[in-house]
């Protein structure tokens, strides 16, 4: 403790020293000189590089040879693609556009069926090859429009544009199924909505008939109760007619 509290005495003594010395500005040029040689300078950098420059220029050399000898060697990959739209059979009453069948759907047999037997197809029929190109659909957000590409080398360019039209026959077939089916449900709804027209039709010739009937009907009782009336306005005359008849025989008698 005492050793301590010397060391700590000795410090506030110099610091008192060092507040009272006043330092000459040639050797507080000197001090920062000094402290500058401790930190790392670009100059000094440079300097290195340049003594090793061979050294510097054979690394360089060696990464620039090793990829230009990858780029020859490794087999070029080019990006076969294609896409395929959805189309539409109808509007609903919003006015969107009704597909033939939910793009969604579609991706989903893409990549769950076609793919799978298109690829187990290529390679039944190709044995040599161990796998079979990788393919990859995908369905850009709030559109009708697939994506397909597949990766690989110009000497297989036949095989990968085999492979993506062999999947867009078959999504074409199956939608030429789809939309073959909604056509003869639209054609069976229109027979049915041209049925309840005739049978509209002929309900209102009915009508029209039975209306003409009862105009008919009208005219009669109207002129029937027109008569009534002039007979009931003769028999109202009768009465007077017969008394005086009877007062002339009276007269006579």
Not at 113 to 118: D, G, K, R, T
Not at 147 to 166: A, C, D, F, R, W
Request: proline share 3%.
């Amino acid at each position: 403790m005492s050793k301590m509290k010397t060391e700590k005495n000795d410090l506030g003594n110099t610091r008192n020293v060092e507040a009272s010395v006043v330092v000459d500005p040639a050797l507080r040029y000197a001090m920062l000189d000094t402290q500058n040689d401790d930190e790392i300078s670009l100059i000094d950098l440079w300097l290195v590089l340049v003594k090793r420059r061979s050294l510097f220029l054979s690394l360089v050399l060696f990464a620039l040879l090793a990829g230009i000898s990858m780029v020859l060697v490794l087999p070029k990959a080019f990006n076969y693609s294609t896409a395929i739209e959805i189309g539409g059979i109808s509007h609903n009453n919003n006015g969107s556009l009704i597909y033939v069948e939910d793009p969604s759907s579609v991706l989903a047999k893409i990549n769950q069926s076609y793919i799978p037997y298109v690829t187990k197809t290529y390679l039944e029929k190709n044995p040599e090859f161990e796998e079979a190109p990788e393919i990859k659909a995908k369905l850009e957000k709030n559109s009708n429009i697939i994506y397909m590409n597949v990766k690989g080398p110009e000497k297989n360019k036949n095989t990968y544009i085999q492979l993506l039209s062999s999947i867009v026959d078959a999504v074409k077939q199956d939608h030429k199924r789809l939309s073959f089916l909604k056509v003869k449900s639209l054609q069976l709804s229109k027979k049915q909505v041209e049925s309840e027209i005739i049978r509209l039709k002929n309900q209102e010739q009915l009508f029209l008939s039975q209306g003409e009937r009862l105009d008919k009907k009208e005219t009669l009782l109207t002129k029937r109760i027109n008569e009534a009336r002039k007979q009931l306005k003769v028999s109202e005359k009768m009465p007077s007619l017969t008394l005086k008849l009877q007062k002339m025989h009276w007269h006579l008698c």
